[in-house]
């Protein structure tokens, strides 16, 4: 089954061609699209791959079966159209697949009249930790009370040397953390870019996932955030800060009044293997994993199998209410970090 | 008090209610030389009083009464200016044991975190106890170890409370958010987890049920690798009892009373 990519950025380069390097028997990349012919050239290059600077060519290329779309956010829902429109066999995009409900809305018909299959990049729903809990986790995400997901990360480019030798990496910037505008687009960025890659998992857990409201949102130097979440029947905590440590620590709890199930991640890039799933249930632990895949190669052998017609795609429901329980969240979050900051002004007056 | 060989051993009286909050039995055993139980009807150098509510006034009966000191085991929030000032009246050594706070792994927790809180990004810590457990009582041995181990904190206010336990806020000196979470469930023992993050590290500490003696463990993180301090295999109940019995040879008057002071007005502003 060939593969054709969108967009030759450190996630392409870190991510998916070590995940597809692995899976060569069933999966090869047959054509890489970048907008900087250098990148697109040198990527494809390393794969053996046709490079194209436009997306009409690799959408026209037959050896094209599956689509990637890991292009800037705001070309997904566009993109992932035009992948449906152009027959291919299924496409996976980078999440945020859309930047509102009523794209997603319009991908999800598309979808349904072409009949391609679609999945969305949440990579921990493919790991094989989170699948085995998922088999074993009984009512838990009936009977759940509590759920935290925290995640502390090194910079990006410290996995990315472990997983590749990556080109064009983009440059960073110096904020500054007294503009209150700078602070609801870093928590906008949070919520959008990273605590989006559990949130599927902790909608899960969180039947009355549409009346989620804010209590309060804090911006966590250099780049994190504490976000505290509350629907009628759950409390949700949401952690993340990304500084200059060594030490990854990327986990989800779940908790109810007798059972409690920990997962605790690999960092992304990296093919250090599945997540740990452990149930706690008083005085019994059971532990689930490792095992020797992470979620990106686990999205990779879902597309395959998708592709082949021998699995079904999730609902489009599910990859919506995923949007827009994402997208609620981080409304929300900007909305009480404004009114913190009117407070505020509002006491110096 | 008896004397053998210059070695000076403490008579101990406890209530039935603090006797099982405390395992004195257990303590007081593992403190042969130390402490013994009081014979008969005499009068005891130590009295062990349970920390329900009212128990700042069971404290100052016991030391008119003519106690030397007096073990508290879980001190429920409330105000000790009278008992404070009946102990240095009478010279008594009033020692509060609880849950967490009296670990013996706090005094290097502490020197960890403190070293490292002018560079702090995030202190997250999360109780957890089980189910029944009152989250107001939860909170309030929750806060006490994490303001013993990081200092006093500002702006604390609870987001959230209820049967399934507390969200609460608060920022450190250096305006760092603290996040401090209590959640009731029977799946996992009582434990309570605190990180303080920093731009390159950190220190975990987790501190575990004064039940038995497990050991907390300290972790300290930077560039250099992370070290996991000594464990220490001895429960808050027994630190306990060790503290006093150093005030109590060396005529010195523990700051217990003065903290909890603090930790109860926080508390109070709070609600």
């Keep these: ?349 | 008090m008896s004397a053998t060989d210059g070695i000076k051993q403490y008579t101990v009286r406890a209530t039935p209610e603090a006797q099982e909050a405390g395992a004195v039995a257990l303590a007081v055993a593992s403190l042969p030389e130390s402490f013994g139980p009081a014979a008969g009807t005499n009068q005891s150098d130590v009295h062990v009083i349970s920390g329900q509510p009212g128990w700042a006034a069971d404290a100052a009966e016991a030391i008119t009464a003519g106690a030397r000191a007096v073990i508290v085991v879980n001190p429920a929030p409330e105000g000790v200016g009278t008992l404070a000032e009946a102990a240095a009246r009478h010279n008594t050594v009033v020692v509060l044991d609880q849950r967490w706070a009296s670990n013996p792994a706090i005094p290097a927790a502490e020197d960890a975190v403190r070293s490292m809180s002018g560079r702090a990004a995030l202190l997250d810590t999360v109780a957890t106890a089980a189910v029944g457990t009152d989250s107001g009582e939860l909170f309030a041995d929750h806060l006490a170890a994490v303001v013993r181990i990081a200092g006093p904190l500002a702006n604390l206010r609870h987001l959230s409370r209820g049967p399934h336990g507390y969200t609460t806020t608060a920022v450190l000196a250096n305006g760092a958010p603290v996040a401090i979470q209590g959640v009731v469930s029977n799946a996992r023992p009582a434990a309570l987890d605190l990180r303080l993050l920093t731009d390159d590290g950190g220190v975990s500490v987790t501190l575990p049920e004064p039940v038995a003696a497990w050991p907390a463990t300290v972790k300290v993180t930077g560039p250099h690798g992370e070290l996991l301090l000594p464990t220490i295999y001895e429960s808050a109940h027994r630190a306990t009892w060790r503290r006093l019995k150093r005030h109590l040879d060396a005529g010195t008057s523990p700051s217990d009373l003065h903290r909890f002071a603090a930790l109860t007005e926080s508390i109070t502003a709070l609600s």
Aim: aromatic share 6%; with cysteine.
């Design chain 1, 1 to 349: 089954m060939g593969v054709g990519i969108l967009g030759a950025g450190p996630v392409t380069q870190a991510i998916h061609l070590p995940s597809l390097a692995r899976l060569g028997e069933i999966l090869t990349v047959r054509h890489i699209m970048d907008v900087d012919p250098a990148v697109a050239e040198s990527v494809a290059a390393r794969v053996g791959a046709t490079h194209s600077t436009s997306i009409d060519a690799l959408l026209g290329d037959p050896a094209v079966d599956i689509v990637a779309i890991c292009s800037p956010h705001q070309f997904h829902a566009e993109q992932v159209i035009a992948a449906c429109r152009a027959g291919k066999k299924a496409v996976l995009c980078e999440k945020p697949f859309a930047m509102n409900a009523e794209e997603a809305a319009q991908i999800a018909a598309v979808s349904a009249e072409t009949g391609v299959p679609i999945i969305v990049g949440a990579m921990h729903t493919f790991d094989p930790g989170w699948l085995a809990a998922q088999e074993n986790w009984d009512d838990l995400p009936e009977t759940a009370h509590t759920i935290r997901s925290s995640i502390v990360l090194p910079p990006n480019a410290r996995f990315e040397d472990f997983a590749t030798e990556i080109i064009t990496r983009p440059a960073g910037g110096t904020p500054d953390y007294t503009d209150p505008e700078v602070i609801k687009g870093a928590l906008r960025g949070g919520v959008m870019g990273l605590a989006i890659h559990d949130l599927p998992l902790i909608r899960r857990f969180t039947p009355d996932f549409k009346d989620v409201e804010v209590l309060e949102a804090r911006h966590v130097r250099p780049f994190g955030y504490v976000i505290s979440l509350r629907t009628p029947t759950r409390t949700i905590e949401l952690r993340a800060a990304m500084n200059n440590t060594w030490k990854p620590e990327w986990s989800f709890e779940a908790f109810s009044d007798h059972a409690a199930l920990r997962i605790d991640f690999t960092p992304s890039y990296v093919q250090a293997g599945s997540a740990v799933a452990t149930f706690t249930r008083g005085s019994q632990t059971t532990v689930h994993g490792p095992f020797e895949h992470n979620g990106y190669e686990g999205e990779w052998r879902e597309l395959a199998a998708l592709a082949a017609g021998t699995k079904q795609p999730p609902s489009a429901q599910t990859l919506i209410d995923d949007l827009t329980f994402a997208l609620d969240i981080a409304d929300a979050t900007v909305a009480n970090v404004e009114s913190q900051h009117a407070v505020a002004e509002g006491a110096h007056a």
